[in-house]
């Protein structure tokens, strides 16, 4: 059989593309319904489907993907449901940008066009982040993936809706809603992003109406002020209770209004005393409605204002917001203007500011649907992870208000609700109706709105199986195992979840619920600690970090950023001549450079190994050398610990531990221990060490393929297997403990010979010998096991030390040496080398320079604690240290004379 050789440097474009079609032309990737059988599933957190991959995305699926492969190499059937999100506002906000720059508008092209082309655009430029997800290694079922417009999905939302409406827990009312007039929809609160901005607070004088005087008001607001029916006092504020009941006139629209008390009102904000516009703010909507007070909307919904302004009407709501401020100040009514900080709604999708606005929707009442999720919480029928975010999602819930839920847009779910021409009734239905069911007219009408594209999202985890459909993969796949997904979207998303699964399936409890776990992944800022934003200039194009440092090293790394905190920065280092102009160059990142000589480590090693080993080599924990003991036991250590780990969702301490193993004791120690046998002349020594050696790399490749599966596969296909090898790595065997391997004798070997070995390195790096050059090692020690452990162990004392002859003796050495303990018995050791008349000179030199600069830092020290005032008044642990380093010095005094005389 020809032994294998991997190339001289790994490349790893061209291992990436040529796994990548692999894995998806074998179908590894695919689940089938095997009842009976241990199974895991997850969905993916549909990305928006104009989405492309950013760092957040890149960190998830990292993880995604990670405990997709380890838990398929555990045996069990393993299904991961990939798709996209329809994302309303997000989507036709494209498509009336590419139709605005044909001079065009929605309107012009009417609904049933338009929506052609927003067909169009998905096909076109649409799963943009699937095709990166793919090339990010993703082994996710393909064949199952989903998109929340598809038929079935769209079966599954109406189904939902009208269990709700029929429930009576949807319904249509006026309240006031967040309105973004750039989107031209509402949006729920949770859509909102608020962000505190410096403003002004004006202060105003509503005149009396049947006397002299007035009240003054203070507002962030005035151009709403054209929309007052009251003005509102606390009943328990002495300044203004006299007042309460009498009229004042709203200025520049001539219209009497009352004086109320109302208990909401804070009597220390502004002047305690506030203007009440019901129809474009939520709490003022609230004393409306306990006062039984007109609402006239004044700003419109695309930001103007209306007929019901007056004079105003048409202007923009911020120059309308001049005019008022100029035609008070005309009037002599604005008092004063404050500067005030205060917080702003804008819209997460636009960043417009929101419009507060009295408006007809659909709402869906949350109480009895948010109990559903707060006793899944409190029962710990839903674990989180973090812990904290379940307390955090408790808080929400027992505070959460009715969940506005149409959007008036036309890309989406359009509600299933129709009303009779004929006879008016109103109905909700799955399939869409060809009559009235009341009376059998044909003539219905659709509701014109569409859901929040949260409502259908929400439905995720059983639709994409098959619901309402009682299909084999619900039956067999849900409930799901787990749901991984940042914090911004703990309440849009993973509440909302819970309870649809709750709400709308049958069963057991247990059955309804979606998943079992949710980790919430930290948060990737930049290395300031602001968010990514490609528009601000801060943010990392994780497609360009696959390019630099390859997939699995960008992956590695981003697996090792999951820890259980919430914000990450994502550390990276600047060249001087960085320019900020072109961020992407001249700047690299510490966890992907990490990665990336990871890999190059890994595929060296294995390099090594693969020439090492025979074309029939089989993989066994055979070896009886002490290397070999030794490392099997450590391997043992690294797959318990990594399992761990993964049963614990700390992607974080499985790379640290698998980093440490492979790098460390594996190719530092482990092969560079065993040369001496496998060049020795024990045939039969080196072939069971070969076996060992090929055992462990084929261990470690498995442990490393959750977070490094393109080099892992890559290199695994080159290693010698047996007969009944699986096809491919991800489909091997996770491996497991043997606590046969466990060799407590082994570990404490090799801890002395360690410390053997560094004792030795200290003293080549204190006395400047080059690495090239060889020394001869003296040791003396009392100890008979330790001496006749040192003789055993000769070979690889040398091979790791470049010694080239070892001496032991129970004498103590006449010359200085480099101290260690072992049971508590001194072992000191001391090198030589062989050294030109030039040279000892020099060394000589080097030593009264060393020795002169110590002296005078011994002076220097001496001086300071003969001080009375120092040894008096410092505190006696700086005194205390202050000795111990005295003591430190002198001992390095000594060993420098020593050597000195030794080299003279």
Not at 183 to 205: M, N, P, Y
Not at 594 to 606: L, P, V
Not at 668 to 693: C, F, H, N, V
Not at 838 to 857: I, P, T, V, Y
């Amino acid at each position: 059989m020809t032994q294998r050789v991997l190339p001289t440097t790994y490349d790893p474009v061209a291992v990436e593309e040529k796994w990548m079609a692999h894995w998806q032309e074998q179908g590894y990737y695919h689940a089938e319904v095997r009842p009976g059988a241990p199974r895991f599933c997850i969905t993916i957190p549909p990305p928006n489907v104009t989405g492309e991959l950013h760092m957040g995305h890149a960190l998830q699926h990292a993880i995604h993907d990670a405990v997709i492969r380890w838990q398929r190499m555990l045996g069990k059937e393993t299904l991961c449901v990939p798709g996209t999100d329809h994302a309303g506002i997000a989507t036709q906000m494209k498509v009336e940008r590419q139709i605005a720059a044909e001079g065009l508008t929605k309107y012009d092209l009417g609904r049933e066009a338009f929506l052609e082309r927003m067909w169009q655009w998905k096909e076109h430029y649409g799963g943009a982040i699937l095709r990166q997800l793919k090339r990010f290694g993703a082994s996710y079922d393909w064949r199952r993936e989903r998109f929340t417009l598809d038929p079935g999905y769209t079966k599954a939302v109406r189904t939902a809706f009208v269990h709700l409406y029929n429930k009576g827990l949807v319904y249509r009312g006026v309240r006031i809603i967040n309105w973004c007039p750039s989107c031209e929809t509402a949006i729920s609160d949770l859509e909102v992003e608020h962000e505190e901005r410096q403003g002004k607070l004006w202060h105003f004088k509503y005149p009396f109406a049947d006397e002299d005087g007035g009240i003054i008001v203070a507002t962030t607001r005035p151009e709403t002020m054209l929309g007052d029916t009251a003005v509102a006092v606390n009943p328990e504020d002495p300044r203004y209770s006299h007042l309460v009941g009498k009229t004042v006139v709203l200025p520049l629209m001539n219209r009497p209004i009352p004086i109320i008390a109302d208990t909401y009102v804070d009597p220390s904000f502004g002047t305690g005393a506030v203007k009440v516009t019901p129809a474009h703010d939520p709490n003022d909507a609230e004393m409306g409605r306990r006062h039984d007070l007109p609402a006239p909307i004044v700003i419109g919904k695309n930001g103007t204002m209306t007929e019901d302004a007056g004079n105003y009407v048409g202007l923009d709501r911020y120059e309308a917001r001049a005019a008022v401020l100029a035609d008070l100040e005309k009037l002599g009514l604005l008092v004063e203007a404050k500067e005030h900080t205060h917080a702003v709604g804008a819209c997460a999708r636009c960043a417009s500011t929101i419009e507060p606005l009295l408006s007809e929707q659909w709402f869906v009442e949350m109480r009895p649907l948010a109990q559903h999720v707060l006793d899944a919480i409190r029962e710990e029928r839903v674990a989180y992870q973090p812990e904290r975010f379940a307390q955090y999602s408790i808080e929400w819930l027992e505070n959460v208000r009715d969940w506005c839920i149409s959007r008036q847009l036309w890309w989406g779910h359009r509600i299933p609700v129709y009303t009779c021409g004929a006879c008016g009734h109103e109905f909700a239905a799955i399939e869409t109706p060809e009559q009235c069911p009341r009376c059998n007219d044909p003539a219905l009408e659709q509701d014109p709105d569409v859901l929040d594209t949260w409502f259908s999202s929400a439905l995720w985890p059983f639709a994409v199986l098959g619901w309402p459909d009682q299909t084999p993969e619900l039956d067999y796949f849900y409930p799901t195992d787990l749901m991984i997904t940042g914090r911004d979207i703990l309440y849009l998303w993973i509440a909302r979840m819970i309870y649809s699964g709750m709400e709308y399936l049958e069963g057991p409890l247990e059955q309804r619920i979606p998943y079992y776990r949710v980790l919430i992944h930290p948060t990737v800022q930049n290395f300031e600690g602001k968010r990514m934003s490609k528009s601000l200039g801060t943010g990392v194009d994780p497609l360009e970090l696959m390019e630099k440092y390859g997939t699995d090293a960008t992956r590695f790394g981003l697996c090792g950023m999951a820890t259980a905190t919430q914000d990450v920065r994502l550390q990276e280092a600047r060249e001087p001549d960085w320019n900020p102009e072109k961020p992407d160059e001249k700047r690299s990142f510490p966890f992907f450079v990490q990665g990336r000589n990871f890999a190059t480590k890994i595929w060296n090693a294995s390099r090594f190994a693969l020439m090492n080993l025979e074309a029939d080599t089989q993989a066994a924990p055979v070896g009886r050398a002490l290397a070999d003991r030794w490392i099997l036991a450590r391997l043992n250590t690294a797959i318990e610990n990594v399992t761990a780990s993964l049963e614990n969702y700390r992607l974080d301490q499985a790379t640290q531990t698998l980093y440490d193993f492979f790098w460390s004791e594996f190719c530092d120690w482990y092969l560079e221990m065993i040369k001496p046998t496998l060049r020795g002349d024990d045939q039969a020594l080196a072939s069971d060490t070969r076996a060992t050696l090929a055992y462990v790399l084929e261990n470690a490749l498995r442990l490393l393929h959750p977070f490094m599966p393109f080099i892992t596969e890559e290199i695994w296909r080159q290693l010698p297997h047996a007969a009944d090898a699986r096809e491919s790595i991800m489909t091997s065997p996770w491996p497991v403990v043997d606590t046969a391997l466990a060799d407590t004798a082994a570990e404490c070997d090799i801890a002395l010979l360690m410390d053997l070995v560094g004792a030795v390195r200290k003293l080549r790096a204190d006395q400047g010998v080059s690495p090239a050059q060889k020394v001869a090692i003296r040791v003396a020690c009392e100890i008979s096991e330790v001496r006749q452990f040192i003789t055993r162990n000769e070979a690889i004392l040398l091979t790791l030390t470049r010694g080239e002859e070892v001496t032991v003796s129970a004498a103590p050495l006449e010359e200085a040496g480099e101290h260690l303990f072992w049971q508590e018995q001194p072992i000191v050791l001391s090198i030589s080398r062989e050294m030109s008349a030039e040279e000892r000179q020099k060394e000589a030199e080097k030593l009264r320079r060393d020795l002169e600069k110590l002296l005078a830092e011994i002076e220097k020290m001496e001086a300071r604690l003969a001080n009375p005032q120092f040894a008096e008044r410092a505190p006696e642990a700086v005194v205390a240290k202050a000795r111990a380093d005295l003591a430190e010095l002198r001992h390095r005094q000594t060993t420098l004379e020593e050597r000195l005389r030794s080299m003279e």
